[in-house]
């Protein structure tokens, strides 16, 4: 009797150790995004790291949230897939929240706010706002909302493109009349190349940035959305947006 109480004591504080060490342990998170859209996340050229926007701030919630993080370098449309079965725990990618991407994955409370807006050559003259794009060719990357919306605009051609960075490039080559993008991104692109591109028109859609989360996983689901509220709370996300988007 005396032994078979020992063991069991063994056993009780053995699991109590393995309880109190469990609470301890971070929650490992496979984290998605598509590293081809500067200012929020892409590669840089001397580090090779993925930087932006979105790693900052998902490092602050995941320090927030108790998250151990492995970021993936995935292009946007296996990124989507992905998601929609659950291959990876979460993506953050300028993601703009849909009705149909809720569909498919959880979304976290917005954290930015971004529209679409058009990008011109420097010298054009008859572009000025969405209406003037009838007889055009857009470009816009394929699976974004920029590629949604002028696919809905009667009289506008569109041409697609796995990354919106060729679109741009086409748009500085002649191949195309005008780009659609996020506001945050053409801003970004048009400032690098101030001598030969220019926006056109006001932001003409309204649009926030969500996380997408693995439907299966509402608590990670809750706990991104407590680390989110608690950076937005210590002021964050406008330092970020000074940092990236502001440029100061």
Do not use: H
Not at 202 to 209: G, I
């Amino acid at each position: 009797m005396k032994k078979f109480a020992i063991v069991s004591l063994l056993v009780v504080a053995g699991l109590l150790l393995a309880a109190c060490g469990g609470a301890a342990e971070p929650t490992k998170v496979s984290v998605a995004m598509d590293a081809t859209w500067p200012p929020f996340e892409y590669v840089d050229e001397t580090t090779k790291q993925i930087v932006g926007f979105d790693v900052d701030l998902f490092n602050a919630i995941a320090e927030k949230a108790g998250l151990e993080v492995e970021y993936v370098n995935v292009s946007w449309d296996p990124l989507l897939a992905g998601m929609a079965e659950c291959q990876y725990d979460v993506a953050i990618s300028a993601m703009t929240i849909t009705e149909e991407r809720k569909q498919q994955f959880a979304f976290s409370e917005p954290y930015f706010a971004a529209g679409q807006i058009i990008a011109v050559r420097l010298d054009n003259t008859d572009i000025a706002s969405k209406e003037d794009l009838v007889g055009k060719i857009v470009g816009a990357q394929l699976g974004t909302t920029g590629a949604i919306e002028t696919e809905a605009m009667e009289g506008v051609e569109l041409k697609t493109y796995d990354d919106v960075g060729l679109a741009i490039q086409d748009l500085m080559n002649g191949q195309v009349d005008a780009v659609v993008a996020d506001n945050p991104l053409v801003i970004e692109y048009v400032g690098q190349n101030a001598d030969k591109l220019k926006t056109a028109g006001d932001v003409f859609t309204d649009e926030y940035y969500g996380i997408a989360v693995c439907k299966e996983k509402t608590d990670l689901l809750a706990q991104i959305n407590e680390g989110l509220a608690a950076v937005q709370a210590d002021g964050v996300v406008e330092q970020l947006t000074q940092k990236w988007i502001a440029g100061e």
